[in-house]
Each structure stands twice: as C-alpha cells, then as structure tokens.
Nanobody
Framework: QVQLVESGGGLVQAGDSLRLSCLAS????????MGWFRQAPGKEREFVAA????????HYADSVKGRFTISRDNAKNTVYLQMNSLKPEDTAVYYC?????????????????WGQGTQVTVSS
C-alpha cells in the first residue's frame, strides 16, 4: 500500500504559477500510474491530469491543457503538477492519486489510493 502526501498549494493571483508535489511512501512510486484531481467548493471532484509509470505518456483535462504539466521523478518518489497561467476557476483542493492498473485512468473510481489534498486559491 502506498501513502500519498501533497504539498505546494497556496494563495496566488490570476496569471501566477504554482508547482504541486505529491510524495509517495510505503511503496515505490514507479509501481503506479499517477493522477491529479481537483474539487472546487460545491462541485464534484474532477480529473486534471495523469501520467504513465515511465512518464512517457500523459493526458490532461481540456480545461488545463496547455497550462498544466504533470511529471514524475520515480527516484524521488514524487509526482508534480506545474500550473501556469492560473485562473480563478482553478481554485480547488488538489488531490494526487495512484492507480495499479495498466493504462491511464480519468475517473475517480479507477484510482486506488488518494492523498489528503492541498488547497489552491487563485484570486482575480
């Protein structure tokens, strides 16, 4: 079983950048496909980005494509989400998640392990 801890959230202004990190412990990060999801107040949790075990393939939600970049460093047991050109609608709690299956997942139920989340607030 893997434990996931997110960090890097905060309060920024529209147009700023943030980099979120997700540190895995308990098992090596390389065993998992990793994803980032987010949940805004009053809304359902939604997919943001996912990355294959080797980092060779990624997928993004349309709402963040071209602005966010998911990456991973398996040696450091860490997955990242670089967020540029942030908008107020990006305000949410951001969660990292781990998937034990063989392909990228885009749905909440496809992920087996979750972190506690980190708050990102973007002011206009």
């Amino acid at each position: 079983q893997v434990q996931l801890v997110e960090s890097g959230g905060g309060l920024v202004q529209a147009g700023d950048s943030l980099r979120l990190s997700c540190l895995a412990s308990g098992r090596t990060l390389g065993a998992y496909i990793m994803g980032w999801f987010r949940q805004a107040p009053g809304k359902e949790r939604e997919f943001v980005a996912a990355i294959m075990r080797s980092g060779t393939r990624t997928h993004y939600a349309d709402s963040v494509k071209g602005r966010f970049t998911i990456s991973r460093d398996n040696a450091k047991n860490t997955v990242y989400l670089q967020m540029n050109s942030l908008k107020p609608e990006d305000t949410a709690v951001y969660y990292c998640a781990a998937r034990t299956n063989y392909d990228l997942g885009y749905r909440i139920y496809e992920y087996d392990y979750w972190g506690q989340g980190t708050q990102v607030t973007v002011s206009s």
